[in-house]
């Protein structure tokens, strides 16, 4: 027993002697508390890798905002377009005029906007069935809106 003593009292004694060397040093702190301290703050490395996951994030939801919103003006455009079409369509129809194959244009006003529309009046095998094509572009725009194609039929 008196072996268990003197080996319990000599890790005592090499711990007090280890304590008492680090307390000597001016701003020395005793290993145990340095390991808690390393593992309680973050890194510059940590720091900067978790800034550049959270930039590439905010740079994702910027560009499908961006995306976002050009997809809702067009479809905007591209609905208000395919009503224009189909109002000239039914405008045909109620005229109640049949014609062979011929062309016709005009402009329209819908949404507060200026409308370009042009018609396409084409033959059918069925004699009694004509084929009308309708573009629709903006006002001095090139590009085509909505493409509507509908059928008349001779009453």
Same mark, same amino acid.
């Given at each position: #027993? %008196?072996?268990? &003593?003197?080996?319990?009292?000599?890790?005592?004694?090499? #711990? !007090?002697?280890?304590?008492?060397?680090?307390?000597?040093?001016?701003?020395?702190?005793?290993?145990?508390?340095?390991?808690?301290?390393?593992?309680?703050?973050? %890194?510059?490395? /940590?720091?900067?890798?978790?800034?550049? *996951?959270?930039?590439?994030?905010?740079?994702? *939801?910027? *560009?499908?905002?961006?995306?976002?919103?050009?997809?809702?003006?067009?479809?905007? =455009? @591209? %609905? &208000?377009? @395919?009503?224009?079409?189909?109002?000239?369509? !039914?405008?045909?129809?109620?005229?109640?005029?049949?014609?062979?194959? !011929?062309?016709? @244009?005009?402009?329209? =006003?819908?949404?507060? !906007? =200026?409308? /370009?529309?042009? #018609?396409?009046? @084409?033959?059918?095998?069925?004699?009694?069935?004509?084929? *009308?094509?309708? /573009?629709?572009?903006?006002?001095? =725009?090139?590009?085509?809106?909505?493409?509507? %194609?509908?059928? &008349?039929?001779?009453?």
């Amino acid at each position: #027993m %008196t072996a268990k &003593i003197s080996a319990q009292q000599g890790k005592q004694r090499v #711990m !007090a002697h280890r304590y008492a060397m680090t307390a000597r040093l001016p701003g020395s702190v005793p290993h145990s508390i340095r390991r808690i301290r390393r593992k309680s703050a973050f %890194t510059l490395i /940590e720091v900067m890798v978790a800034l550049l *996951v959270i930039t590439l994030g905010m740079g994702a *939801v910027i *560009v499908t905002t961006g995306e976002s919103g050009w997809k809702s003006s067009h479809l905007r =455009e @591209s %609905t &208000i377009a @395919s009503w224009v079409a189909y109002n000239e369509i !039914a405008m045909f129809r109620a005229k109640r005029s049949w014609s062979d194959a !011929a062309s016709r @244009s005009g402009d329209a =006003e819908m949404a507060n !906007a =200026e409308w /370009e529309w042009s #018609m396409k009046i @084409s033959k059918t095998d069925d004699p009694s069935l004509r084929r *009308v094509d309708v /573009e629709v572009s903006l006002k001095g =725009e090139t590009a085509v809106k909505a493409r509507v %194609t509908g059928f &008349i039929a001779r009453l």
